[in-house]
Nanobody, 128 residues
Framework: QVRLVESGGGLVQTGGSLRLSCAVS????????MGWFRQAPGKEREFVAA????????YYPDSVQGRFTISRDNAENTVYLQMNSLKPEDTAVYYC?????????????????????WGQGTQVTVSS
């Protein structure tokens, strides 16, 4: 019922920028926060950013702090990930995820297991 669709991935050179979008649909839904994760081949899924719908509080790991910015448009049920100063190590499939808050106590969860719905992913490739 709940559907998340990412877009905006592509191929960029080192130092370039991309903006990813994640549109949420499926009628009325409960969501406390949204997150972005990435997964490179043979590696574990990595937390990238999270944001609360109400108030817009955001959280980032050190690996992307200062380079990536997450934002949201509540009226459009859409979240964005602005990625600047991209590096080859940023290459991965980027996934958007929805945290419903049901049965959870986290404020802005960084663990992928906390999220309830996932998009199909969008490939980001940074060439060196």
């Amino acid at each position: 019922q709940v559907r998340l669709v990412e877009s905006g991935g592509g191929l960029v050179q080192t130092g370039g920028s991309l903006r990813l979008s994640c549109a949420v649909s499926g009628g009325t839904f409960r969501s406390i926060a949204m997150g972005w994760f990435r997964q490179a081949p043979g590696k574990e899924r990595e937390f990238v950013a999270a944001i609360r719908w109400s108030g817009g509080t955001s959280y980032y790991p050190d690996s992307v702090q200062g380079r990536f910015t997450i934002s949201r448009d509540n009226a459009e049920n859409t979240v964005y990930l602005q990625m600047n100063s991209l590096k080859p190590e940023d290459t991965a499939v980027y996934y958007c995820a929805l945290y419903s808050g049901y049965g959870g106590k986290a404020y802005l969860p960084a663990s992928p297991t906390a999220y309830d719905y996932w998009g199909q992913g969008t490939q980001v490739t940074v060439s060196s």
